[in-house]
């Protein structure tokens, strides 16, 4: 069972995605949470696997507690992913920034929001259906600094998964195996401090290296 929990101030929304955990056989819902603070509190007491959390609340806004649920214990940490009401908010990026899994859209269906919380249940990142590029390109800067430290071919990994590119691709293009595709990714990973490669293509649009 993925232990799941939702944190929104709005309780109807709040319940309609109760009703829709407690529907699945595989899924188990452990507490809501009306704002980031409770948010926080609710991560340490149930220990849920998965949170849907919403970025506008009271008290402790989404991408705060986004932040210190990650910083608590980021090997246990559940997987996050953000809820926000439009594809291009700018917020999106902040929590993405902050160690979110992913983002969706309010509107998102129950089938999607239900196939997103397996996925990144499985360490995968999700996105809405939505143009993610152009809301991560309404905040670029070109600063190629930013990648200095990776090396050449780190770079060029960089890139192409920035692309979106999977790492089968990568490896096609860049005439190198699946597996040192794989190793560079981590490489890059711990050098630029990030943990995702949801996380990646945000940082690769903020710093202008994508358009």
Known sequence: ???????????LFCAGLQMMIESQSDLAFVG????????????????PEV??????????????????????SPSECPRIVVL?????????????????????????????????IRTVHEGNSVIAPKSTSELLRTLARRRPEAIEPLSVREKEVFLLAARGLSNAEI???????EATVKSHIRSILAKLGIT????????????GLVR
């Open 1 to 11: 069972m993925i232990r799941v929990a939702v944190a929104d101030d709005q309780p």
């Open 84 to 116: 926000t009401t439009f594809d291009r908010d700018e917020a999106v990026a902040s929590a993405l920034r902050a160690g979110a899994d992913g983002f969706l859209l309010k509107d998102a269906t129950p089938d999607f929001i239900l196939a997103a």
């Open 32 to 47: 809501a949470a009306a704002d980031g603070r409770q948010a926080v509190e609710l991560a340490r007491s149930q220990r």
């Open 171 to 177: 490896g096609r293009t860049a005439f190198i195996s």
């Open 51 to 72: 949170i849907l959390m919403d970025i506008r609340m009271p008290v402790m806004d989404g991408i705060a507690a986004t932040r210190a649920i990650r910083g608590e």
């Open 196 to 207: 995702s490669r949801v996380q990646l293509v945000a940082f690769a649009y903020e710093n």
